[in-house]
């Protein structure tokens, strides 16, 4: 029978460097020298995860990357984007040097770097490219999801790997054994019984071996680097503080009483039938208190909304504003992204499955919720559009609720608890690894010893 140190063993080889080394001095010199060593470091290995915060330059390390890889192999490179990011990475590119052609299929690819959203994937031939990247590659995050599968096949060939994103919600440690898939180290399911096991507690869940914990962080950190701020890798922090969040709530009342007999049978469901019901209570009372704020000031406001007939009612209450929704077509999209970036559009009316990943709005530092829902990703990525290094103001963020949506409230504000916690928790675990690996030192599993006495029958249980 095979042993757990075995099984290791075996696996591990997989995640042996397949890159190339360039000179240091050869990396585009605008970027940051922590930067710099990170894309030194990543071109190594060949396949590589950046988990960067929002705002510390994923893009341009992305960018110098695929060129490198281009320039490398004399084949194109593709990004893969959320929607309305490609066209911002293309002007991105142009500040530092790089020519991005953005694409909509196989024939509009250019030599070098391409890019395209990922609606348009099924429009390119992987075969055609030495290098990929996902940008917001968070897109992995389902375990057994239909796009984590499609993009892990159509790519499985590809020799040269990048995945963006920021730093991975430690409370789900199974986007990390994704991420590894999709690089071809490790099979998910593969990590899965390497590395964890099941939760009692919280069924269909896993949590990490306590025996193994030191271990995993360490395998992780040998093909990604996971970093909030630049001194997580030894290096200065310097631009890199962020201004004040004021986060704000405001509870308005249901648009109609409820009748006093009606009160008294009403059992308050908050499941997804009650939460939408519940919703269109107090909907107009929403739209008018995001009136109150967004519409008696000059500033630019980002306006977030779950719901067409909230976006319906917003922009009746604030006639400037320029609303954005899925049925849209993608050049409005990414005209009206570009407009509010710039600041051609004061009020922009959205939803945070449309514009919440991957676009830069620190020109605007004004934020509103129209209510809310479970989701603390969606909303912790929504903030980040503003909220993210290179913002030069203190960020207003209101979330403008229902009376009885503070459950869905309460339950947002405990996951993001969770998370910060657990970065922090992950930094640490992390930083000595990773430091070490940026800086050229190489970190090697010992397979070959414990860390510490496991009764024979635990044992069992592990292999």
Known sequence: METYTDFLKRKLERATPSGFHKNKPEINPMLFEWQRDICHWALQRGRAALFEDCGLGKTAQQLEWAQSVSDYTG?????????????QTRREGEKFGYRVTVCRNQGHVQPGVNICNYEMLEHFDAHKFSGVVLDESSILKSYTGTIKRQIVKTFQDTPYKLSCTATPAP??????????????????????????????????????KRHAEKDFWQWVSSWAVCIEKPSDIGYSDEGYILPPLEE??????????????????????????????????????????????????NEQFLVWCYQNDEADLLREYLPDAVEIRGSDK??????????FASGKIRVLISKPSIFGYGLNFQNCHNMIFCGMDYSFESYYQAVRRVYRFGQKNPVNVWKVIGENEKVILDAVNRKEQLKADMSRSMAEAMREFQTGAIHGRTFKLNLERQTAAIPEWLKSEVI
């Open 330 to 339: 993608v050049e409005k999209k990414e005209q009206a992204a570009a407009d």
């Open 75 to 87: 084949e194109p490179t593709l990004i893969l984007a959320p929607l309305a990011v490609a066209d």
């Open 171 to 208: 409370n789900d440690l199974m986007e990390l054994l994704n991420q590894a898939e999709f690089l071809g180290i490790m099979k998910s399911n593969e990590a899965l019984s390497c590395w964890f096991i099941a939760d009692q507690r919280n069924s269909g869940h896993y949590r990490l």
């Open 248 to 297: 704000k709530t405001i509870t308005v009342e249901r648009d109609v009483k409820a009748d006093p007999m009606e009160a008294l049978t009403e059992q308050l469901n908050m499941n997804a039938t009650g939460f939408h019901r519940e919703k269109k209570k107090t909907i107009r009372n929403r739209a008018a208190a995001c009136q109150g704020l967004a519409g008696r000031s």
